[in-house]
C-alpha cells in the first residue's frame, strides 16, 4: 500500500492522493498583478495529468500597502477575478484542487515596491529586509482583517476550492505571531493567545464571508529557529486555537527562517514540527521542505510526521517529478 497515493477524505477538502505542491512566488504575474499567460502557461505545465492532488496558488497581496515584490499575483480588487478564473479552470480540468494563498508583506514590504508606508506590528525592523516599519493602530489592523475578509471573497468567486491564510515566512501575520517583531503590549501582543488574536480575527472574518462548506487553510510559520523566536511550543497551541476557529488544514513551514533551516537538508526537515504540531490538533497537517525523493515522502507518511506532502523545488525544477512519482508507486 502506498501511504502517498491513498486519498484523504476527512473534511472538506477531499483529496485523491497525498502530494501537495505548495506557493512558490514566479513572478509572473502582468505588472499590475493580474493573472499573465506566463502564469497560466507555467500552472498548466505543472498540473497537466492531475498527478497532483492540490495546487496551492503562490502569495497574492491583498492591498497594494501589502505587496510584496514586483510581479506579485494581486487579490487586491474585484478586476482580477476574471482573469483568475482561468487560472482555476485551467487547473481543475487537468484534473487538480486548488487553492489560492493570499498575504499581506507587512514589515517586509518595501516602499518603492508598495509606494506607501511600511508598517506591522511594531516598529521593530523585519530581520529579513525591508524598512522600519510604523506601529499599526488597533483601528488600521482592524481594516487590513477586513482585506483579508474581501480577498477571501475573491478568490471563491474565481472558482477556487478553497483559501489559505499566509503567516510563515516572515510576513505580516507570522510578523504579529513572533515575539521578535510583536513587542505590543495591547492585545494584540504578549502571550501566544494575544500575538495570534489577528489570526483569529482573520479566520473569523473568511469563515463568515465564505461559508461553513468552503475550506480554509492557514500556512504557519511554526518556528523561527532564533533566539527570542517563535517556537513550536508557541505553535502547538495556536494550532489548537485556529482548528477551534474553523481552520480545515494546517500547512506548516518556516517563520523568519522562511523555508529553510540553516544547516539542514535532510527530506522534510520540518517534520518535528509537524509531528508535533499533529499530536496537537486533528485536521491534517501538511509537511513541505527540502522533500525530492518518493521514498522519503513515503516514510514521512508512514511515520505519522504528516498527512500531506508538499513538494516544491522538485516539481518547480521538474514538471514531470509527480507523474513519475505516482506510477512509481501504481
Not at 135 to 145: A, K
Not at 290 to 306: F, P, Y
Request: net charge neutral.
Amino acid at each position: 500500500m502506498s501511504y502517498l497515493l491513498a486519498p484523504l477524505k476527512r473534511g472538506k477538502l477531499v483529496l485523491k492522493n497525498r502530494l501537495v505542491m505548495p506557493p512558490m512566488a514566479t513572478s509572473k504575474s502582468e505588472e499590475d498583478g493580474k493573472v499573465s499567460e506566463d502564469i497560466l502557461k507555467y500552472y498548466d505545465e505543472k498540473s497537466k495529468g492531475g498527478y497532483i492532488s492540490l495546487v496551492i496558488i503562490e502569495h497574492s497581496f491583498i492591498s497594494q500597502a501589502g505587496k510584496a515584490s514586483e510581479r506579485q499575483l494581486s487579490i487586491a480588487d474585484d478586476s482580477v477575478v476574471e482573469s483568475l478564473k482561468k487560472l482555476s479552470e485551467i487547473i481543475h480540468r487537468n484534473g487538480s484542487k486548488t487553492v489560492m494563498q493570499i498575504n499581506h508583506a507587512g514589515s517586509a514590504a518595501i516602499r518603492s515596491i508598495t509606494g506607501t508606508e511600511v508598517i506591522g506590528p511594531s516598529a521593530v525592523a523585519n530581520p529579513t529586509k525591508g524598512d522600519m516599519p510604523r506601529e499599526l493602530t488597533c483601528m488600521e489592523i482592524e481594516d487590513i482583517v477586513q482585506e483579508f475578509k474581501a480577498a477571501s471573497l475573491r478568490v471563491k468567486a474565481a472558482g477556487f476550492d478553497g483559501v489559505e491564510i499566509h503567516s510563515a515566512h516572515g510576513y505580516f501575520l507570522n510578523q504579529f505571531f513572533s515575539p521578535l517583531t510583536n513587542k505590543r503590549t495591547d492585545e494584540y501582543g504578549g502571550d501566544v493567545k494575544g500575538r495570534i488574536k489577528i489570526h483569529m480575527d482573520v479566520i473569523k472574518a473568511i469563515r463568515e464571508a465564505v461559508g461553513d462548506d468552503f475550506p480554509i487553510l492557514l500556512r504557519l510559520g511554526a518556528s523561527d529557529y532564533m533566539p527570542g523566536g517563535s517556537t513550536v511550543e508557541d505553535s502547538k497551541i495556536a494550532a489548537r486555537e485556529f482548528e477551534k476557529a474553523g481552520v480545515d488544514i494546517l500547512d506548516i513551514s518556516g517563520g523568519f527562517c522562511r523555508y529553510t533551516i540553516p544547516g539542514n537538508t535532510s527530506q522534510g526537515y520540518f517534520s518535528p514540527l509537524t509531528e508535533a504540531i499533529k499530536k496537537s490538533v486533528s485536521i491534517p497537517v501538511i509537511l513541505t521542505g527540502g522533500i525530492t525523493e518518493v521514498q522519503a515522502a513515503e516514510t514521512l507518511l508512514s511515520e505519522n510526521k504528516a498527512d500531506l506532502i508538499g513538494v516544491g523545488r522538485a516539481i518547480y525544477r521538474d514538471s514531470n517529478w509527480a507523474k513519475r512519482a505516482v506510477e512509481s508507486l501504481e
